[in-house]
């Protein structure tokens, strides 16, 4: 059971917006602890794709957004690609369990 | 750009002690204010971050698996290492180390090794 709570799939077909949900509580997110997001390619490591709730590392397109409001955070992908074919994680820090680090059990995104 | 690179033993028994060692390169493990965590995902599953470590040795574990896991890091070979006692298949995961920025996020992955624990 993860501490983050993400739907377990979602799809669209190519160029479409798709968002993916992230469902926290009051002692992460809700705390106004900043959200991650990561791309995880098949058999591949996971890579940062948003961190601080909305900024993009070097080389990340700007088809790739994300949101916070509440306990809850959004990743939005634009103009959907095959290649955008993936797991999506949310991350964030708890405070209450220790100053642990802590993830959404992933999303996994198919592009129709 | 900084690399990391995992190595251990492979298979562990049960009820031993699972080992492994991340390398760093492209800079130094004491540069900056960066913890350097480890993380795991068992097959077909989610990411379950373990614990970080700082290069002055502080160390914060996930409750979890405090009672079974020490951190160390060795600043003059640029390496942080993991062991995890009385290890049970429950363990079985692909096992990543990462870099923790001062965001809080893991912005530099290891590629990841296997470590198998039968059951």
């Known amino acids: 059971q993860s501490v983050l709570t993400q739907p377990p799939s979602v799809s669209g077909a190519p160029g479409q917006r798709v968002s993916i949900s992230c469902t926290g509580s009051?002692?992460?997110?809700?705390?106004?602890?900043?959200v991650h997001w990561y791309q995880q390619l098949p058999g591949m490591a996971p890579k940062l794709l948003i961190y601080?709730?909305?900024n993009r590392p070097s080389g990340v397109p700007d088809r790739f957004s994300a949101s916070t409001s509440g306990t809850s955070a959004s990743l939005a992908i634009t103009g959907l690609r095959a290649e955008d074919e993936a797991d999506y994680y949310c991350?964030?820090?708890?405070?209450?369990?220790?100053?642990?680090?802590?993830f959404g059990g992933g999303t996994r995104l198919t592009v129709l | 750009q900084v690399q990391l690179q995992e190595s251990g033993p492979g298979p562990v028994k049960p009820s031993q002690t699972l080992s492994l060692t991340c390398t760093v390169s492209?800079?130094?493990?004491?540069?900056?204010?960066?913890?350097w965590s480890w993380l795991r995902q068992p097959a077909g599953k989610g990411l379950e971050w373990i614990g970080r470590?700082?290069?002055?040795?502080?160390?914060y574990y996930n409750p979890s698996l405090m009672s079974r896991l020490t951190m160390s890091i060795d600043t003059s070979n640029n390496q942080f290492s993991l062991r995890l006692r009385s290890v049970t298949a429950a363990d079985t995961a692909v096992y990543y180390c990462?870099?923790?920025?001062?965001?809080?996020?893991?912005?530099?992955w290891g590629q990841g090794t296997l470590v198998t624990v039968p059951s």
């Open positions: 009051s002692s992460n997110i809700g705390a106004g602890h900043d």
């Open positions: 601080g709730h909305r």
């Open positions: 990462a870099r923790d920025s001062a965001w809080r996020a893991f912005d530099n």
């Open positions: 492209g800079d130094s493990i004491n540069s900056g204010s960066y913890y």
């Open positions: 991350q964030s820090y708890d405070s209450g369990l220790s100053g642990s680090r802590v």
């Open positions: 470590i700082h290069p002055s040795g502080s160390a």
